[in-house]
Each structure stands twice: as C-alpha cells, then as structure tokens.
C-alpha cells in the first residue's frame, strides 16, 4: 500500500491547479500537456470518480460522527492524511507561515466548523452543495485581499449562489437544524480564507503543500476534542474503535486527499483547467444522490431549486472571469 501511495504521490507532484481555487481547495496552476480541450473518455471518467469521491465523502463523514467526537474525528482525519504521507513527499516548497497558516484556517477551522455542523444535524447532502459557497467567499476575499475585481459575470454569480443559499436556508429552517447549516455556512467562509492564502502562497507542488499543512491541525484539534469533548468522551470512542470507525478514517484522510488531490493533479497537468474544473459542480450532485440513496435523507423541490441556483451561481462566480489586480511595486506572489 505505501508503494501504491508514493506512485500517486509523486505522479501528482508538479501540479499545480490554480482554477481548482475557485470550486475546490485551490493551488497554482500547471501548464497543460499538448491537446487542447478535449479530453479522452478514460480522463473524462477519473474526474467524474474524484468528484464522486469527494461527493460520497459527506456521507462516509456523516456515519464516522456515528463513532467519533466531530473534532477527535477531525484530529484523526489529519493524521491519516499525514502520516506516512509526509515520509514521502519531500521538504514542503514554501514557507512555514504559509503551511502554518492554511493548517489553522483550512484544518482547524473549516474542517473542525463542517464536522462540527454537521454533527449538530447538518445533514450530509445538504452539506455537500452549501460548502461550495466557498467559491463566492473566495472570490469576497480575493476581491478584499488581493485586488481582483469581479466582473459582472461573477457579480451576477454572487447573487445567484446568495438566492440558493436564502432557499436552502429556509428549507432547512423548518427541520430544527439551523445552527449546523450556519456552522456549514462558517466552514465554507474559512475554506474561501485558506484558498486566498494558498493563492498567496503558490507552491509549485499541490499535493505535497496539502500533506504537510495536514500536519499542522493534528495538535490543535486533538487540544479542543479535549478541552471542549472531554477525554472520557475520547477514550471511550478510541476503545471503541472498529473496522467501520477505522473504515471511515481511511476514506476521509487516503482516498479524498491522496488519491483526489492525486488524481485531480494529474488531470489538471494534461488538460487546460478550462476543461477539468467543472467536473467539480458534480461534487454536491454526488453527495446529495449518494445522501439520498446511502442515509436515506429526502430531498424536496425547495432543495432542488436551491441546488440549481446554488451550482449556477457557483459556476458564473468560478468561471466568469475577473478583472486584473492592480499590484503595488512591492507586491509578490510569495
């Protein structure tokens, strides 16, 4: 297994998917091999795995707070994804602030807000198609942070996804589970945050910056699981813990981060972003299906509206274009 994981690893290094900043976790882009837009059936079907992958990711989520506290769950998420990960892809290629700072907003925060909300009742479809507000915070933050001015396209976006997430909020209203779609609401903030430093940051290897920012929130989480949970409560999950729970943690840390980000990386090195960044729109369609189908969660005409209009809006945001940043003399991309 650990072979199988260097091959993906280092199959993906080099990449660097800038486009991906806009619908999911973002990296610099990578100038795609020769062949235009079209891609084969064989590359058509990898990203519509990653982003079954990533959709069906809600679901494994939704039954692993069945076994652990959200941010233990969260902790142990982390040191998957980083240990042995860590041992094989090499010395991180920015600074440490930047690791530093993308673990905190990205590891503790989203994720500790998304688990978190999800755990409050949140359900897991739902979760799946409002997290990708995110795209409309990054391009708030982009705009506030680093100078990119949207075009109307985007504007237009922006409003689009805000009716989606009005709907989906009065959807959800009624079934008493607010205070989780507000946490989902949050998780989605800090994810636009995390994408306008790694913006910042540009490491010039996607996946290896995303193995060693993963080291970063193991500390931090176990310390609030223990403060906020208890360690009664931790220890009686980890003595507890049996293939399904162990099941769950492997997903979550190997087959989203390692062979998503793999997969996504080699994609996005042979293709114009143009052509592999949509598939991520699928992302909410996978995990509401997979929801439905998996937990049993119902899905009414009101959440379908509000998925129509939230996956318009994203894409006019993601792909509507921005205007340049003006850049002082000073300002770098580091």
């Known amino acids: ?36 837009g079209r891609m084969p059936l064989s590359h058509v079907a990898l990203a519509a795995a990653v982003a079954a992958v990533w959709g069906v990711n809600f679901v494994v989520i939704e039954i692993g707070l069945d ?21 094989l ?59 990119e001015r949207p075009g109307p396209a985007r504007w237009a976006g922006m409003a689009v996804a805000a009716g989606g997430i009005g709907l989906a909020a009065y959807d959800e209203g009624g079934s008493g589970t607010f205070t989780g779609f507000l946490l989902v609401i949050a998780a989605a903030a800090c994810w636009g945050v995390s994408n306008v430093l790694t913006r910042r940051a540009a490491p010039p290897d996607a996946l290896g910056f995303m193995v060693w920012v993963s080291t970063v929130p193991v500390l931090p989480l176990l310390g609030l699981s223990l403060l906020l949970e208890g360690p009664e409560r931790d220890l009686e999950a980890l003595r507890s813990l049996d293939w399904t729970g162990a099941g769950v943690v492997v997903y979550v840390a190997w087959v989203t981060t390692v062979f998503g980000f793999g997969a996504w990386g080699f994609l996005m090195r042979h293709h114009p972003a143009s052509s592999v960044a949509p598939f991520s729109l699928l992302v909410p369609v996978f995990g509401m299906s ?16 509000a998925a ?7 894409a006019l945001t993601s792909f509507g274009g921005a205007r340049p940043a003006r850049r002082s003399p000073g300002d770098s991309p580091q």
């Open 290 to 305: 997979s929801a439905a189908l998996l937990l049993g969660e119902g899905v009414g005409p009101l959440r379908w509206c």
């Open 67 to 87: 076994h652990f506290p959200p941010l233990l769950f969260s902790a142990l998420r982390f040191l998957a994804a980083a240990v042995p990960a860590v041992f």
């Open 1 to 36: 297994m650990l072979g199988a994981m260097r091959s993906v690893l280092l199959r993906a290094r080099g990449t660097a998917p800038r486009a991906l900043l806009r619908s999911t976790p973002a990296a610099p882009a990578a100038a795609p091999a020769p062949g235009g």
């Open 89 to 147: 892809v090499g010395r991180p290629t920015v600074g440490w602030r930047w690791i530093v700072g993308v673990g905190l907003v990205l590891g503790v925060a989203k994720f500790g807000l998304l688990f978190t909300g999800m755990d409050q009742g949140a359900p897991a479809g739902l979760s799946s198609l409002v997290l990708q507000v995110q795209a409309v915070f990054t391009a708030l933050f982009a705009f506030a942070a680093l100078g």
């Open 308 to 314: 129509a209009l939230l996956v318009g809006g994203v």
